[in-house]
């Protein structure tokens, strides 16, 4: 099982459209837990940690569930600067981080 | 605060030629991290070094070294440059630990011919 799962997507949708992406992980001793954003061509950079009981910021919204080994983004009234791959990204039992392959997404107008 | 700075942006390269890529951050961040990016495969670590003096092999080490000049710079060089190692590569660094969240460098693409 890999380590860090992702749908790759693409996801197409429209804006103004709420999109949920969904990623799994293997290793049941990790502690933190992100997402990140990247742009084409462009570094992965930090959209939000994903806290035990669940975070919001802006229109984006973060879900763990440590039992099924889960974590959620939602996000709410997409935008066209929305559109890019997002990460999902798991530390390795406290030592370093696990990227997921990466889901991506293309709003629309 | 420039955050962190990769040089190249750009380079190409013969097989067989070495070169070294430079990362530097001002964010007094102890973890810094050398990855590579290629289509479908995600980031992959290639090194770490969780504070100055210390460095450790990551997923994909093989063909490269590190140097951890000091807090602030961690270098990758690569001593005989193959072109399986074309690839965009991503320096980052973090506070604490290495399970702290990591801020990344603009990356180097590399091509190797």
């Known amino acids: 099982r890999k380590e860090v799962e992702q749908d790759p997507g693409p996801f197409n949708v429209p804006e103004g459209a709420t999109v949920a992406f969904n990623c799994t992980y293997s290793?049941?001793?990790?502690?933190?837990f992100f997402w990140y954003r990247q742009d084409c061509r462009k570094e992965p950079k930090l959209l939000m940690s994903v806290y035990s009981s669940g975070n919001e910021d802006g229109r984006f919204t973060a879900q763990l569930n440590r039992a099924s080994q889960y974590i959620s983004l939602l996000i709410r009234d997409s935008k066209l600067s929305d559109s890019a791959t997002y990460l999902c990204?798991?530390?390795?039992?406290?030592?370093?981080?696990?990227f997921g392959k990466g889901t991506t997404l293309s709003v629309s107008s | 605060n420039a955050g962190v700075t990769q040089t190249p942006k750009f380079q190409v390269l013969k097989t067989g030629q070495s070169m070294t890529l430079q990362c530097a951050q001002d964010m007094n961040h102890n973890s810094m991290y050398w990855y590579r990016q290629d289509p479908g495969m995600g980031l992959r670590l290639i090194y770490y070094s969780a504070s100055e003096g210390t460095t450790d092999k990551g997923e994909v080490p093989n063909g490269y070294n590190v140097s951890r000049l000091n807090k602030r710079e961690f270098s990758l060089r690569l001593e005989s440059a193959a072109p399986s190692q074309t690839s965009v590569y991503f320096c980052?660094?973090?506070?604490?630990?290495?399970?702290?969240?990591?801020?990344f460098g603009p990356g180097t693409r590399l091509t190797v011919t």
């Open positions: 990204v798991v530390d390795q039992a406290g030592t370093a981080l696990i």
């Open positions: 290793n049941s001793a990790s502690q933190s």
């Open positions: 980052a660094s973090s506070g604490a630990d290495p399970s702290y969240e990591q801020y």
